[in-house]
Each structure stands twice: as structure tokens, then as C-alpha cells.
């Protein structure tokens, strides 16, 4: 059974601390330098998923916008998962073959480079 009205609350839910928080978060998502980091953020990763599709040949396409990215390859995609889950990397499969990716906004160059590092090595026991 799941939650049934008064079994679950928020103390803090909609308070001034909270709200507080909340303003200031949207206050920087609505700064352009900061969607502009993430625009090329996002085009760094993609650029590196293609450099991977040009190495493997299961890889169909590389799509998405800004730091929501989807890779579609041919066949299961969840052992990928799981294979990449062992080396450290979290990821997902949508669909059964499109590898979903969504880093935080705040994601670095060296984390993306690791996780492409780690694609690669699991691409190469595909």
C-alpha cells in the first residue's frame, strides 16, 4: 500500500529557508553564462559519445540537448549497465537499447572524460 493522507509530511516543506533555496537556484539557472556552460558541457560529452560511436559499430546514434544525451545501439543495452555500474559509472537504459545519460548541470571535463573511459573499456568487452 502506499501513502495515504497523513502518513508522510514535510516539516520544512515550502518554508522560508526552503524557498530561499529555491530562489537562489533558479536565480543561477537563469544566469547565461551558467546555460552556457552547460550547452558546451553537453556538447563536450556528445562530442566524445561520437568519438565512441566512430570506434564502435553498435553505437546507431548520438542524440540529445545540452546534458540530457541518448546513445541507441544495437541490442540489449542493459548488460552495458551493468558492466559500467561495476567500473563506477551509473547509467540507464531506456527503451531496451538507448543508453540515457543526465549528469548534474554542475558535471566537470575529468568526470565526463572518466565515464567516457569507462564506456570505451566496456564497449570493447560488447
Known sequence: QGFVPG???????????VSAAALAVLDILAQP??????????EYFREGLRQLQ?????IKEVRGLGLIIGV?????GV????ACREKGALINCTQGNVLRFLPPLIVSREEIDRLLSILDEVFKEK
Do not use: Q
Not at 553564462?33 to 553537453?42: D, I, M, Q, R, S
Not at 541507441?72 to 540489449?76: A, H, W
Open 7 to 17: 502518513t508522510h509530511a514535510s516539516t520544512f516543506g515550502g518554508g522560508p529557508v
Open 33 to 42: 553564462e551558467f546555460l552556457n556552460k552547460v550547452t558546451a558541457t553537453g
Open 54 to 58: 566512430a570506434r564502435h559499430s553498435f
Open 72 to 76: 541507441e545501439i544495437e541490442g540489449d
Open 79 to 82: 548488460p552495458l549497465v551493468d
